[in-house]
């Protein structure tokens, strides 16, 4: 079937590491996005990447990195330096003029 | 900087009314604009989609109507069903350029039996 996968669904941090999400698809979309939502708030964008080997920062990239080597895959890694890490990350792809389809996310909680 | 702003945060519905949800927008380079619905702990899913070219768009129980003079777009729900109850995202796209979507902030609708 085709679809978004995010993994794992449940990831805890301790202070002061890096950790990274995961994000595959095989829609074969050249988009693809990362989003944080927080209670109480919308999505907001992290980074988003319009094609291989090229990515762009969205409105909260401080505190991450990502990387598109592959066209299925754009992890999301979240660094120490990003100070308030808690919170529901969600991926999404989408292809020119459809919708976009997103993962069931990974909630990251800092232990 | 908010290019899409839902400003109700909730919204209770009797079970077979209807449910009007609204969007408000910002940036007159959007031209594509999308309905999301999302349930705790999962991802959105897509509801309905329209382009700037229209002003309805029309899918089963749900219409979206888009004033893009007002910059202002609803969603429908008729009739409402239990089972709607979730969080309601619009967002707004522009076709060129970046292509991103720009997320509002959500509407929790709730429907009462």
Redesign the interface.
């Known amino acids: 079937d085709g679809g978004i996968t ?1 993994s794992p669904k449940y990831l805890f941090r301790k202070e002061g590491q890096n950790v990274t999400l995961s994000c595959e698809q095989n829609l074969n979309h050249d ?1 693809m ?1 990362w ?1 944080r939502q927080d209670p ?6 992290i980074y ?1 990447s ?1 094609i291989v080997n090229d990515f ?1 920062k ?1 409105d909260i990239a401080e505190g991450y990195s990502v990387s598109r080597e592959k066209k299925e895959s754009f992890p999301l890694t979240v660094t120490s330096a990003q100070k308030n890490p808690t919170a ?1 990350y ?1 991926c ?1 792809s ?1 292809g ?2 459809t ?7 990974t ?1 990251l909680t800092v232990v | 900087d908010q290019q899409v702003k839902q400003n109700s945060p909730s919204l209770s519905v009797q079970e077979g009314r209807i449910s009007i949800l609204n969007c408000d927008y910002t940036n007159s380079m959007f031209d594509y604009f999308l309905w999301y619905k999302k349930y705790p702990a999962e991802g959105p899913t897509f509801l309905i989609s329209i382009s700037s070219i229209k002003d309805k768009n029309e899918d089963g129980r749900f219409t979206v109507f888009l004033n893009k003079s007002a910059k202002h777009l609803s969603l429908h729900i008729v009739p409402s069903q239990p089972g709607d109850s979730a969080v309601y995202f619009c967002a707004a796209s522009t076709e060129t350029g970046a292509n991103n979507l720009f997320f509002g902030t959500g509407t929790r609708l709730t429907v009462i039996p």
Do not use: I, P, T
């Open positions: 995010q988009a996005y989003y109480g708030q919308g999505l907001r964008l988003y319009q762009q969205g529901f969600l999404a989408r020119q003029y919708e976009a389809f997103f993962g069931q996310g909630r």
